[in-house]
């Protein structure tokens, strides 16, 4: 198959779109793992869809034509046997060949055919189903009373847990994780699987699809998690996501019984969760027919009374385009559990310029001391209550957690008879950075077999177990009698109850969680830092981090190398693509994460284009000097030198005079934020800035953005004499660097001030750095450090220029930038001026607003 020349496209395409098209098609023809770079503002959704589905449509077209082909070569072949002069021995001979080869193939085509046929008939009943909408929702609002008063039942019979469903079970090991029937094998067409980091972008992606030209004759499905859609409000009102996932697995184990045939409300709850199965066949069909969204394949489940999680998961095999957030595909398990395979298949992996520290994120786990000791309580009185019923198994098992949990603690400097608000014991707990051999080794956890004890904990269920004695008796039932004050671990059982566990990673600045937003079943994250003890050694480090007090401190396995997580992806698929609106330094992906990964160097592709911008719409400038002559420099020892600060508000001063509507500021850091504003207010420099800009500060809490940006917006649409627009204070790396446009007048000017390198003292990052240099090349732990400061500060640029007509500047105000222009974008460099005098900069600047202004574009 040669490379096409013509793609569908809802509009005139610009040559960068026809070209990234062009080599995308190239890509997962030839089997490539493929780094696509294409600014924000240039249509890459657009083209990856039309690039991609063309792709697709033709290989699926080429496959059928290909086995047609073959075969009829193959009855021409049987044909000229049977008229073959050799002896009849030699002909039989022939002929069973190549009857056997012809049955093959025909059994691959039939294969083809009846998986179309299913596809079709599924179709056909979804359309039945709409003809007869009306009729059914006159018969629905009949049976609502009575529909009302079984969730009720349901809902009022779920909470109830008698002793037996908390009895551990004895499981064969060969049972299935999830415990759900297998499905049948059938045939399925080649896929594509794309992933975007949230819901909300794989929404935006529906939107694009929506209005490309393949709207009508491509299938697609969404796949979520149980949080997302699950309908089952007795279920989802646990709220958090783990004990979702082991409520919802519990339901399916459910099996009929007939214990008590008179009792009606025991005998519905034995069924299990009401939703399932349901008419999975006639939501599956209604993902074929038309394109859907999370919510509309929730609302489609909530009216055929059907699980839209499980639908959705058996429409995979129907379906030919699979969106999934990041977390779906990059962890294994989870990947598995929802029948994602990747073995012949595309996976497109959209917003990849964080991709490495997504992986990381992904498989790297915070314990904290409260965590444990909650733990520890929970189990003690769960053992207590039931240990004369448990298996000898069972009893082995959990003794060995308990271990655990014991030797973590000390770790930490408490005990199981600490209280989270105690100090530690300072001679016992220090900060220390370990291997995981050498952890295991120091805890002593290596008498334990992990991977049996693991086991145990999923085959059991025993978090669900947990978390249902916890709900029954945490007001009951005590381990340690003290009669002094409520401290310690009797503390611990009164604050379950209203779910006093902290969040698994710690942080600085919070929002207050309420109390039902809590989860209340510490050994999730416990399991989840076991898992990570099962990593090759040399992957990972352990950082024990003790606190002020045992609650505080903190145990955090760091993931180092995410191209040991990436290996089974880059085997199994067919051809793997990372695109983003910067993607620059190519070089991490290409040796962090691919070859790293096992891949063979000539297998990966690269792949760049410019902006669809003019460049006469684009100026970007350097500035080394201030309006007084002071050098801009902005690193960590001069942040407090109050003559540099002082220069910085008269060169915002003078921007402000010169530049119209919108301008945003990106500071290193909060702290630095907080000490340029302080020192600007103190010295009178806002109430002059404030004359021509009204002035906006980044919030620290997520959901004051909104107002936030929506008075930034108003103030530009309709300034205030003598005002001329606004002025925005952000941090790099904070809420507003990523995933917002401040296109045409809401970005006029983009400013980054200094350069945001990451803290060098880390612990962390030092390991890092000396594992980069270890194990991918000399000096790779150097570039690394570099690179992460300017991945952040060209996401920042990136905020600005969103469209073709779009025009803006951006301003670097240090001398640094002077060293690091190779590493900006290439569409940036193209207009980059480097200015040793201020004063020349605002000339240019002001010329090139000069230029724009019959241009000017107001904001809607």
Request: aromatic share 8%.
């Given at each position: 198959?040669?490379?096409?020349?013509?793609?569908?496209?809802?509009?005139?395409?610009?040559?960068?779109q026809?070209?990234?098209?062009?080599?995308?098609?190239?890509?997962?023809?030839?089997?490539?793992?493929?780094?696509?770079?294409?600014?924000?503002?240039t249509?890459?959704?657009?083209?990856?869809?039309?690039?991609s589905?063309?792709?697709?449509?033709?290989?699926?077209?080429?496959?059928?034509?290909k086995?047609?082909?073959?075969?009829?070569?193959?009855?021409?072949?049987?044909?000229k046997?049977?008229?073959?002069?050799?002896?009849?021995?030699?002909?039989?001979?022939?002929?069973?060949?190549?009857?056997?080869?012809?049955q093959i193939?025909?059994?691959?085509?039939?294969?083809?055919?009846?998986?179309?046929?299913?596809?079709?008939?599924?179709?056909?009943?979804a359309?039945?189903?709409?003809?007869?909408?009306?009729?059914?929702q006159i018969?629905?609002?009949?049976?609502?009373?009575?529909?009302?008063?079984?969730?009720?039942?349901?809902?009022?019979?779920?909470?109830?847990?008698?002793?037996?469903?908390?009895?551990?079970?004895?499981?064969?090991?060969?049972?299935?994780?999830?415990?759900?029937?297998?499905?049948?094998?059938?045939?399925?067409?080649?896929?594509?699987?794309?992933?975007?980091?949230?819901?909300?972008?794989?929404?935006?992606?529906?939107?694009?699809?929506?209005?490309?030209?393949?709207?009508?004759?491509?299938?697609?499905?969404?796949?979520?998690s149980?949080?997302?859609?699950?309908?089952?409000?007795?279920?989802k009102?646990?709220?958090?996501?783990?004990?979702?996932?082991?409520?919802?697995?519990?339901?399916?184990k459910?099996?009929?019984?007939?214990?008590?045939?008179?009792?009606?409300?025991?005998?519905?709850?034995?069924?299990?969760?009401?939703?399932?199965?349901?008419?999975?066949?006639?939501?599956?069909?209604?993902?074929?027919?038309?394109?859907?969204?999370?919510?509309?394949?929730?609302?489609?489940?909530?009216?055929?009374?059907?699980?839209?999680?499980?639908?959705?998961?058996?429409?995979?095999?129907?379906?030919?385009?699979?969106?999934?957030?990041?977390?779906?595909?990059?962890?294994?398990?989870?990947?598995?559990s929802?029948?994602?395979?990747?073995?012949?298949n595309?996976?497109?992996i959209?917003?990849?310029?964080?991709?490495?520290?997504?992986?990381e994120?992904?498989?790297?786990?915070?314990?904290?001391?409260?965590?444990?000791?909650?733990?520890?309580?929970?189990?003690?009185?769960?053992?207590?209550?039931?240990?004369?019923?448990?298996?000898?198994?069972?009893?082995?098992?959990?003794?060995?957690?308990?271990?655990?949990?014991?030797?973590?603690?000390?770790v930490?400097?408490?005990?199981?008879?600490?209280?989270?608000?105690?100090?530690?014991?300072a001679?016992?707990?220090?900060?220390?950075?370990?291997?995981?051999?050498?952890?295991?080794?120091?805890?002593e956890?290596?008498?334990?077999?992990?991977?049996?004890?693991?086991?145990?904990?999923?085959?059991?269920?025993?978090?669900?177990?947990?978390?249902?004695?916890?709900?029954?008796?945490?007001?009951?039932?005590?381990?340690h009698?003290?009669?002094?004050?409520?401290?310690?671990?009797?503390?611990?059982?009164?604050?379950?109850?209203?779910?006093?566990?902290?969040?698994?990673?710690?942080?600085?600045?919070?929002?207050?969680?309420?109390?039902?937003?809590?989860?209340?079943?510490?050994?999730?994250?416990?399991?989840?830092?076991?898992?990570?003890?099962?990593?090759?050694?040399?992957?990972?480090?352990?950082?024990?981090?003790?606190?002020?007090?045992?609650?505080?401190?903190?145990?955090?396995?760091?993931?180092?190398?995410?191209?040991?997580?990436?290996?089974?992806?880059?085997?199994?698929?067919?051809?793997?693509?990372?695109?983003?609106?910067?993607?620059?330094?190519?070089?991490?992906f290409?040796e962090?994460?691919?070859?790293?990964?096992?891949?063979?160097p000539?297998?990966?592709?690269?792949?760049?284009?410019?902006?669809?911008?003019?460049?006469e719409?684009?100026?970007?400038?350097?500035?080394?000097?201030?309006?007084?002559?002071?050098?801009?420099?902005?690193?960590?020892?001069?942040?407090?030198?109050?003559?540099?600060?002082?220069?910085?508000?008269?060169?915002?001063?003078?921007?402000?005079?010169?530049?119209?509507?919108?301008?945003?500021?990106?500071?290193?850091?909060?702290?630095?934020?907080?000490?340029?504003?302080?020192?600007?207010?103190?010295?009178?420099?806002?109430?002059?800035?404030?004359?021509?800009?009204r002035?906006?500060?980044?919030?620290?809490?997520?959901?004051?953005?909104?107002?936030?940006?929506?008075?930034?917006?108003?103030?530009?649409?309709?300034?205030?004499?003598?005002?001329?627009?606004?002025?925005?204070?952000?941090?790099?790396?904070?809420?507003?660097?990523?995933?917002?446009?401040?296109?045409?007048?809401?970005?006029?000017?983009?400013?980054?001030?200094?350069?945001?390198?990451?803290?060098?003292?880390?612990?962390?990052?030092?390991?890092?750095?000396?594992?980069?240099?270890?194990?991918?090349?000399?000096?790779?732990?150097q570039?690394f450090?570099?690179?992460?400061?300017?991945?952040?500060?060209?996401?920042?640029?990136?905020?600005?220029?969103?469209?073709?007509?779009?025009y803006?500047?951006?301003?670097?105000?240090?001398?640094?930038?002077?060293?690091?222009?190779?590493?900006l974008?290439?569409?940036?460099?193209?207009?980059?001026?480097?200015?040793?005098?201020?004063?020349?900069m605002?000339?240019?600047?002001?010329?090139?607003?000069?230029?724009?202004?019959?241009?000017?574009?107001?904001?809607?």
């Amino acid at each position: 198959m040669q490379t096409t020349e013509e793609f569908p496209f809802p509009f005139p395409p610009y040559p960068i779109q026809n070209e990234f098209m062009k080599e995308l098609y190239k890509c997962l023809e030839d089997s490539k793992l493929g780094i696509f770079e294409s600014p924000t503002g240039t249509g890459k959704s657009m083209s990856i869809i039309c690039g991609s589905l063309k792709w697709l449509l033709d290989y699926e077209e080429g496959e059928r034509d290909k086995l047609n082909h073959t075969i009829s070569e193959l009855d021409e072949q049987i044909k000229k046997c049977s008229h073959s002069s050799k002896n009849w021995f030699s002909v039989q001979t022939e002929q069973i060949e190549l009857n056997t080869k012809r049955q093959i193939l025909q059994a691959k085509l039939n294969s083809i055919l009846q998986y179309e046929r299913k596809k079709n008939t599924l179709k056909e009943m979804a359309k039945n189903m709409d003809k007869n909408n009306k009729a059914r929702q006159i018969r629905r609002a009949f049976a609502k009373d009575k529909t009302e008063k079984e969730n009720d039942l349901v809902e009022t019979s779920g909470n109830e847990n008698t002793e037996d469903d908390l009895l551990l079970e004895e499981i064969q090991d060969s049972e299935n994780s999830e415990d759900e029937d297998k499905p049948e094998e059938t045939y399925e067409s080649t896929k594509i699987f794309f992933c975007s980091r949230t819901h909300s972008q794989l929404s935006q992606f529906i939107g694009e699809l929506k209005k490309s030209p393949y709207s009508k004759n491509i299938s697609v499905v969404t796949l979520a998690s149980r949080q997302n859609y699950c309908i089952n409000k007795n279920v989802k009102k646990l709220k958090h996501l783990n004990l979702i996932n082991e409520c919802c697995l519990q339901l399916q184990k459910k099996k009929t019984t007939v214990k008590d045939e008179k009792d009606v409300k025991k005998k519905k709850v034995a069924n299990g969760c009401p939703l399932v199965p349901g008419n999975q066949d006639l939501l599956i069909g209604e993902t074929l027919m038309e394109i859907q969204d999370v919510e509309e394949i929730v609302k489609n489940g909530e009216n055929l009374k059907t699980c839209p999680y499980y639908g959705s998961r058996k429409a995979v095999p129907h379906n030919q385009l699979i969106l999934i957030p990041y977390n779906s595909v990059l962890h294994k398990n989870t990947r598995v559990s929802s029948g994602i395979n990747l073995k012949g298949n595309i996976l497109i992996i959209d917003e990849a310029h964080n991709l490495l520290e997504a992986i990381e994120r992904i498989h790297s786990v915070v314990i904290t001391g409260r965590n444990l000791l909650h733990c520890y309580s929970q189990l003690c009185q769960y053992q207590k209550r039931f240990q004369a019923l448990f298996s000898a198994k069972n009893v082995l098992s959990l003794s060995q957690l308990s271990f655990c949990l014991k030797k973590l603690l000390v770790v930490l400097g408490a005990s199981t008879k600490s209280n989270p608000n105690d100090p530690v014991n300072a001679g016992n707990a220090c900060s220390k950075l370990y291997k995981i051999e050498d952890f295991e080794v120091a805890t002593e956890i290596d008498t334990v077999n992990i991977f049996e004890l693991l086991k145990f904990i999923k085959n059991s269920r025993l978090s669900h177990k947990l978390q249902g004695f916890t709900e029954q008796y945490d007001t009951t039932v005590k381990i340690h009698k003290r009669d002094s004050k409520a401290d310690g671990v009797k503390q611990f059982l009164n604050s379950i109850k209203a779910g006093g566990t902290e969040s698994n990673v710690p942080q600085g600045n919070v929002d207050v969680v309420s109390d039902e937003e809590r989860p209340n079943n510490p050994i999730i994250s416990i399991i989840g830092f076991l898992e990570c003890l099962q990593s090759c050694c040399s992957d990972g480090r352990i950082f024990v981090v003790p606190g002020a007090t045992v609650g505080q401190g903190v145990i955090k396995f760091l993931l180092l190398n995410p191209a040991a997580h990436f290996h089974d992806i880059v085997r199994d698929a067919r051809a793997v693509i990372l695109a983003g609106g910067t993607m620059a330094p190519m070089n991490e992906f290409t040796e962090q994460l691919f070859i790293a990964a096992g891949a063979k160097p000539e297998r990966i592709v690269t792949f760049s284009c410019d902006h669809v911008v003019p460049e006469e719409n684009i100026l970007c400038s350097i500035a080394t000097h201030g309006p007084s002559g002071i050098e801009f420099e902005f690193n960590f020892q001069s942040r407090q030198n109050t003559k540099l600060l002082d220069e910085l508000g008269r060169a915002l001063l003078n921007l402000c005079n010169i530049i119209p509507a919108g301008i945003v500021v990106f500071l290193p850091s909060y702290n630095f934020e907080e000490v340029i504003y302080k020192h600007l207010e103190k010295t009178g420099l806002i109430t002059k800035l404030s004359t021509k800009k009204r002035i906006f500060r980044e919030p620290k809490l997520a959901s004051q953005v909104n107002e936030i940006l929506e008075q930034y917006s108003l103030h530009i649409k309709k300034p205030q004499s003598p005002q001329n627009g606004s002025l925005l204070f952000s941090v790099v790396g904070g809420k507003l660097s990523e995933g917002l446009n401040f296109s045409d007048d809401l970005g006029r000017c983009v400013v980054v001030v200094g350069m945001p390198y990451p803290n060098i003292k880390s612990l962390e990052l030092q390991e890092k750095i000396k594992y980069l240099n270890e194990n991918v090349k000399s000096g790779a732990g150097q570039n690394f450090y570099e690179n992460s400061c300017m991945k952040a500060v060209n996401q920042c640029i990136g905020r600005a220029i969103r469209h073709i007509n779009d025009y803006s500047t951006v301003v670097l105000l240090d001398k640094r930038y002077t060293t690091k222009t190779k590493t900006l974008p290439n569409w940036i460099q193209r207009t980059l001026v480097i200015h040793d005098s201020f004063g020349k900069m605002i000339g240019t600047i002001g010329k090139f607003f000069n230029s724009k202004k019959n241009k000017l574009i107001v904001v809607k």
